[in-house]
């Protein structure tokens, strides 16, 4: 199954125009919804800690491995910029087609939400360094402008919607169907004969990741077409629902 490293703003001097907390409150805010998502469809996750920095997020990404790495941040208008200022940019770097494709995917989905479609855009840039440093695809999604009164009551309202669609957008990537999340149960395997095999995509033919034997308790965080998304000791993956006890 994927694994993502996620990297929300860990810049508390932004703060929001509303007075209502700063970047770095606001994307962990997001982060922090993002969670039951990405458990209900299966992706894996690593994140970084406010007490880090950009660059220590970077580090501690590329000492491992994952399939995608994608930064959390809200904008602010530039020098010289007109404000009020607003929109949503994701970022990629240049050359990397699954960053571009990446980008892509997150920008269309958050367009359909976001007031002003039309302001949501994706960008290539070299300057940015969680997108030119990860050893992996990434985007740098800057999610509206926190010195725009509008953007930022946007984002508040928002949180879960913005955490929903960003995870949609990594099933497309990821090619998984994308799942709403269930409060996760604890489910029992029940067999008559042989073991339970956990698969990497919702059908016969996905690779087997393991096998689960009879009587083996499992935790099950969503359900898709007679599947369960289901963790069994440090596996996730699919596994027929007919065979889980809840």
Do not use: C, K
Not at 52 to 66: D, L
Not at 100 to 106: E, H, T
Not at 124 to 136: D, H, I, K, M, Y
């Amino acid at each position: 199954m994927p694994i993502i490293y996620l990297s929300p703003s860990t810049q508390d001097w932004n703060p929001y125009v509303t007075g209502s907390g700063s970047e770095e409150y606001w994307m962990n805010r997001i982060a922090d919804a993002m969670i039951p998502y990405l458990n209900s469809n299966g992706i894996q996750y690593n994140r970084n800690s406010p007490d880090m920095t950009a660059g220590s997020s970077i580090r501690q990404a590329n000492a491992g491995y994952y399939d995608f790495y994608l930064a959390l941040h809200s904008n602010a208008s530039g020098q010289g910029e007109p404000r009020p200022t607003r929109g949503i940019i994701a970022f990629y770097y240049p050359g990397s087609a699954q960053g571009q494709r990446g980008a892509a995917l997150i920008a269309d989905e958050l367009r359909q939400i976001y007031p002003l479609p039309n302001l949501v855009t994706t960008q290539a840039t070299t300057t940015l360094g969680e997108v030119r440093q990860p050893r992996f695809p990434s985007v740098l999604v800057e999610i509206g402008y926190h010195d725009n009164y509008a953007d930022a009551e946007w984002i508040e309202s928002h949180v879960d919607a913005i955490a929903a669609q960003l995870v949609r957008a990594l099933t497309e990537f990821f090619g998984l169907p994308f799942i709403y999340p269930m409060n996760p149960v604890t489910g029992t395997v029940r067999l008559s004969y042989g073991t339970l095999n956990l698969r990497s995509t919702p059908n016969s033919s996905g690779t087997i990741l393991t096998n689960i034997p009879n009587g083996a308790t499992v935790t099950v965080y969503g359900e898709w077409q007679g599947w369960y998304v289901v963790r069994y000791q440090n596996y996730v993956g699919y596994a027929a629902a007919a065979f889980i006890d809840t």
